[in-house]
């Protein structure tokens, strides 16, 4: 089976950089993804990492350890329209993917 | 191009009532997901389908059934509603073909089984 713990909740000001950590434990491994829903609406795809390392996207950057189960998304450069929930999700074969149960990001002025 | 859709958006049934939500996609996608979401939870994978005719098991596929008896299209069904069956569903789907792994989802639909 699968589990992802993430924290459930991260609060940062405008501007700032915030980081959501996420650990996993599964089996049949093939990559971490992150995805943003905001009020319920459909997930948005945010990263994939494969393989070890920093991927940079525009803000926000994910980093993958395979060798500690580990991962996180760093956000850059906090906008108001960043408030959202955030999941990391693990990819298994055929694109499948567990999710972990959200962190939801709050942006203050 | 209109992505991924999702009718109804929004249904309530009747313990021991059935109904069928539709999944479509334009992306010619080989790939498709159901997922259910409950409050404060992540997404849960019911069935998918890696093409034409095939569907397999998820993580939580005990009173639903699927069919993908086109491509673009993936239905989801639930012969006898239950309570605990009241969630957001979300259809996705991906090409397999890429290395990022993007799944691609749909506005999702509200059942309330009372």
């Known amino acids: 089976g699968q589990s992802l713990e993430q924290p459930s909740e991260v609060t940062a000001v405008e501007g700032a950089i915030v980081q959501i950590n996420c650990t996993y434990q599964?089996?049949?491994?093939?990559?971490l993804s992150w995805y943003q829903q905001h009020d319920g609406g459909a997930p948005t795809f945010l990263s994939y990492n494969a393989l070890d390392g920093l991927e940079e996207t525009g803000r926000f950057s994910s980093f993958l350890s395979r060798s500690d189960s580990y991962g996180y998304l760093l956000l850059q450069e906090l906008q108001m329209k960043d408030s959202a929930s955030y999941f990391c999700?693990?990819?298994?074969?055929?694109?499948?993917?567990?999710f972990g149960k959200g962190t939801m990001l709050l942006v203050s002025p | 191009n209109a992505g991924v859709t999702q009718t109804p958006k929004f249904r309530v049934l009747k313990t021991g009532q059935s109904m069928t939500l539709l999944c479509a996609q334009d992306?010619?996608?080989?790939?498709m997901y159901w997922y259910r979401q409950d409050p404060g939870m992540g997404l849960r994978l019911i069935h998918y389908?890696?093409?034409?005719?095939?569907?397999a098991k998820g993580e939580v596929p005990d009173g639903y059934n699927v069919s993908r008896l086109k491509k673009q299209n993936f239905l989801l069904g639930l012969e006898s509603a239950a309570p605990s069956q009241t969630s957001v569903y979300f259809c996705?789907?991906?090409?397999?073909?890429?290395?990022?792994?993007?799944?691609?989802f749909g506005p999702g639909t509200r059942l309330t089984v009372l």
């Open positions: 599964t089996s049949g491994f093939y990559g």
């Open positions: 389908s890696v093409g034409e005719g095939t569907t």
């Open positions: 996705a789907s991906s090409n397999p073909r890429t290395n990022y792994n993007e799944q691609f």
């Open positions: 999700a693990v990819s298994t074969r055929y694109s499948t993917l567990t």
């Open positions: 992306m010619n996608h080989e790939y």
